[in-house]
């Protein structure tokens, strides 16, 4: 199930951004693993992990920050592309994460990581 502070989520792009984003792209982040609240040194080991696992895989990447829309929760993740929904699927599960967001054709979805159900 989605929850729906997901689909609340605002995002804040690292400038530069890119001048044209791609199709199909997902965003992902490392940090609080199920929903479970972690310590800032720890999200920020699981942020780095993440970037070495996008950068091995050789996958583009732009850090992105995914955020409630009162602005107070604020987790650090990437844009990644280079791979289709299954794959970016695959890396939020690695890293334990309920869901991912699935951007294509100016759409933007949440995609749960558990069942793959997907909510506009």
Same mark, same amino acid.
């Given at each position: 199930m989605i929850k729906d502070r997901y689909?609340?989520?605002v995002f804040v792009a690292k400038q530069p951004a890119p001048d044209r984003w791609?199709?199909?792209f997902? &965003? &992902?982040t490392a940090c609080n693993p199920l929903g479970q609240r972690l310590d800032e040194k720890s999200n920020k080991s699981a942020a780095v992990r993440l970037r070495k696992t996008i950068s091995r895989l050789g996958l583009k990447r732009h850090r992105v920050t995914g955020m %409630?829309? /009162?602005?107070? #929760?604020?987790?650090p993740g990437f844009a990644v592309w280079g791979c289709g929904l299954?794959?970016?699927? /695959?890396?939020?599960? +690695?890293?334990? +994460? /309920?869901?991912?967001f699935w951007a294509e054709e100016g759409r933007l979805d949440v &995609? %749960?990581?558990?069942t793959?159900?997907? +909510? #506009?």
């Open positions: 689909l609340k989520t791609p199709d199909g997902a &965003v &992902v %409630s829309a /009162d602005m107070k #929760h604020r987790e299954a794959a970016a699927l /695959d890396l939020g599960r +690695q890293f334990n +994460q /309920d869901a991912i &995609v %749960s990581c558990a793959g159900e997907r +909510q #506009h």
